[in-house]
């Protein structure tokens, strides 16, 4: 029977993969054992994916991205070129850490953007429609919509559901809202988080 995903003949997918259809793995990309990955992603070139990772649907990773176990990508998740993420804390070559114990998650929900160069430290989570300026160092969780730059990263700002940065205003109710200039989506910020309305 013929795959219903497209492999580069330069590329190596292990045993125990699961790849469902429509997904693009691109030249000298290695997909490790245990993985699961849904359906019309994107892996680029020089793509390294960890053992047992989970990648949702539509998720776009860029060139020279390595995304180790413990890390879980959810739909629409977009990598951008060689950002990284790490899966240990306080690494050693002396006294290796392997196995899952030693790794902490990172869950990197729905439509999150990590721009080009961002560093994702481990045992975070990014926040759905989040968006993760380039050569951004995450340490902490980001929240949903949150805009974040900065070594160590900063929340500057808040971006709607389709990438465009959102301008908040004071209703007659006292309460910060804000209307996408774009697409007319509405949101009402509340404790420091924005949500949809």
């Given at each position: 029977?013929?795959?219903?995903?497209?492999?580069h003949?330069?590329?190596?997918?292990?045993?125990?993969?699961?790849?469902?259809?429509?997904?693009?793995?691109?030249?000298?990309?290695?997909?490790?054992?245990?993985?699961?990955?849904?359906?019309?992603?994107?892996?680029?070139?020089?793509?390294?994916?960890?053992?047992?990772?989970?990648?949702?649907?539509?998720?776009?990773?860029?060139n020279?991205?390595?995304?180790?176990?413990?890390?879980?990508l959810?739909?629409?998740?977009?990598?951008?070129?060689?950002?990284?993420?790490?899966?240990?804390?306080?690494?050693?070559?002396?006294?290796?850490?392997?196995?899952?114990?030693?790794?902490?998650?990172?869950?990197?929900?729905?439509?999150?953007?990590?721009?080009?160069?961002?560093t994702?430290?481990?045992?975070?989570?990014?926040?759905?429609?989040?968006?993760?300026?380039a050569?951004?160092?995450?340490?902490?969780?980001?929240?949903?919509y949150?805009?974040?730059?900065?070594?160590?990263?900063?929340?500057?700002?808040?971006?709607?559901?389709?990438?465009?940065?959102?301008?908040?205003?004071?209703?007659?109710?006292?309460?910060?809202?804000?209307?996408?200039?774009?697409?007319?989506?509405?949101?009402?910020?509340?404790?420091?988080?924005?949500?949809?309305?």
């Amino acid at each position: 029977m013929e795959k219903e995903y497209f492999v580069h003949e330069s590329a190596y997918v292990d045993d125990n993969v699961e790849i469902d259809k429509g997904t693009k793995i691109w030249h000298f990309s290695h997909v490790q054992g245990g993985t699961k990955i849904g359906k019309n992603c994107s892996l680029g070139q020089n793509v390294n994916i960890g053992n047992n990772v989970i990648i949702g649907n539509n998720v776009k990773i860029q060139n020279n991205v390595s995304v180790y176990e413990g890390v879980e990508l959810e739909d629409f998740v977009f990598c951008g070129p060689s950002m990284v993420f790490t899966n240990i804390m306080n690494p050693r070559s002396e006294f290796p850490q392997r196995g899952s114990e030693f790794y902490l998650k990172t869950l990197i929900k729905k439509s999150a953007s990590l721009g080009a160069n961002s560093t994702i430290v481990c045992g975070n989570t990014i926040g759905k429609y989040a968006f993760v300026g380039a050569g951004t160092v995450v340490i902490k969780d980001i929240p949903d919509y949150g805009m974040v730059v900065g070594t160590p990263a900063r929340l500057i700002g808040w971006m709607c559901a389709c990438g465009t940065k959102l301008s908040l205003t004071t209703d007659p109710n006292s309460e910060e809202i804000a209307i996408c200039s774009e697409c007319g989506r509405e949101y009402k910020k509340k404790n420091n988080h924005i949500k949809q309305i």
